[in-house]
């Protein structure tokens, strides 16, 4: 078989707690664009971000996606969920099928509010910058210990991640549609 065509499920997988990232098309096949298939897990929220200079395309695949590719009438620091742009633009629920196209400089953001795992495919422009993002994410998540704020500032600014506000992992348990927080625990 060619390195070239991934059966379904194939292609090389990082998993951590809160993401299964499986590379599709990456800098070392000779793609300028790194394709990845995502696990999203409930719970999961990558905060609202811009990049200088990157490109981005998320397709839903399976289940549904928050999603937010604007610039807003006012930027918050805690949450991107309410943002509004001057043209009254407002964070989407996307489906199966639904996409989202993010330019550099657009701030943009997405989350699984629900109670099961979304499958997404994403693209990013140019490789391998999310490439190597995911990989040194992943080394930070297996470490198991208290992740170091600061070293995650840093390396995000590597990898041109310019977070506007927090990225959450708050895990659903027993009650949909709920996070561990909303429940009080």
């Known amino acids: 078989m060619t390195d070239l065509i991934l059966p379904a499920g194939a292609g090389r997988k990082l998993i951590t707690p809160a993401q299964q990232v499986t590379f599709k098309a990456t800098q070392a096949m000779g793609s300028s664009v790194s394709i990845f298939e995502v ?101 930070i998540w297996s470490r198991g210990t208290a992740v170091d704020p600061e070293a995650v500032e840093a390396m995000r600014k590597r990898y041109d991640v310019n977070q506007i506000t927090p990225l959450r992992f708050e895990p659903t348990t027993g009650v949909p549609g709920k996070t561990a927080t909303e429940r009080g625990a």
């Open 39 to 139: 696990i999203v897990p409930p719970g999961f929220d990558v905060g609202a971000h811009v990049h200088d200079h990157a490109q981005e395309f998320f397709y839903v695949l399976e289940g549904e996606l928050d999603l937010l590719c604007f610039e807003p009438t006012e930027r918050t620091s805690d949450s991107w969920h309410n943002w509004q742009s001057p043209k009254g633009d407002r964070v989407i629920r996307a489906a199966e099928g639904g996409c989202m196209f993010v330019p550099s400089g657009i701030p943009h953001a997405f989350r699984n509010a629900t109670d099961k795992p979304v499958k997404m495919l994403f693209q990013s422009l140019p490789s391998p910058e999310h490439e190597d993002y995911f990989e040194e994410i992943a080394e």
